[in-house]
């Protein structure tokens, strides 16, 4: 006697396929992650993952796009009542990043997208995550800046480019030497928070 699995809905389903893709493509790459294996990670047949997602290549784009959306989430929600949103948002997230597998996938994605630029859909999805998360950067240093967290004389858009560039060193930190990772992100992370931070002058003595 077989047991009927209980029919999902459209939405239920895709969101499934999505979050098997991510966790695929993050360990095995594009080119190493086959169609079968995300349908048979998300319970479902290839033709079913293809009634959803017309290609590969648009499949990892939404996986893209998908998963700036949820770390986007997950940023907003650790800075929503911070004192410091610069470093709840930086060194917090930094810090769970070895043990928080949405924030390692989500590195790994975005480093992993950066060779797939020329498939349109990946460079649109890209260029979106990327905006989003510069405005997201930005207007959190804006908000620092505003509690006196962070010095006034410099450019804010290219100081969040500067984050975006951290966020890739830590992609590249997680290929090389995953062990290790650990110890190098939240150290460049700190030298960050260091280098943002309003400069202090000792105290004159008379």
Not at 49 to 62: E, I
Not at 121 to 142: D, G, S, Y
Request: contains cysteine.
């Amino acid at each position: 006697m077989t047991l009927d699995r209980p029919r999902l809905s459209a939405e239920d389903r895709r969101t499934c396929i999505l979050d098997a893709a991510r966790h695929e493509f993050a360990r095995r790459g594009f080119h190493g992650t086959g169609t079968a294996e995300i349908a048979g990670r998300a319970g479902c047949s290839e033709p079913m993952l293809y009634k959803h997602f017309r290609s590969k290549q648009a499949l990892f784009a939404a996986v893209l796009t998908d998963a700036g959306r949820r770390m986007g989430a997950r940023v907003d929600e650790l800075i929503a009542d911070a004192d410091d949103p610069l470093e709840a948002s930086l060194l917090h997230v930094t810090q769970r990043a070895t043990t928080d597998e949405l924030i390692v996938e989500v590195i790994r994605l975005r480093t992993l997208a950066m060779s797939l630029v020329d498939v349109p859909e990946v460079r649109e999805a890209l260029e979106q995550n990327a905006t989003v998360m510069l405005a997201r950067v930005e207007r959190v240093l804006t908000e620092s800046r505003k509690l006196g967290h962070v010095r006034s004389d410099i450019d804010l858009q290219w100081a969040a480019w500067i984050w975006l560039g951290f966020t890739l060193a830590a992609g590249f930190a997680h290929a090389l030497d995953p062990d290790r990772a650990h110890v190098i992100c939240p150290e460049i992370a700190r030298t960050m928070v260091t280098m943002l931070r309003p400069p202090t002058f000792p105290e004159e003595t008379a």
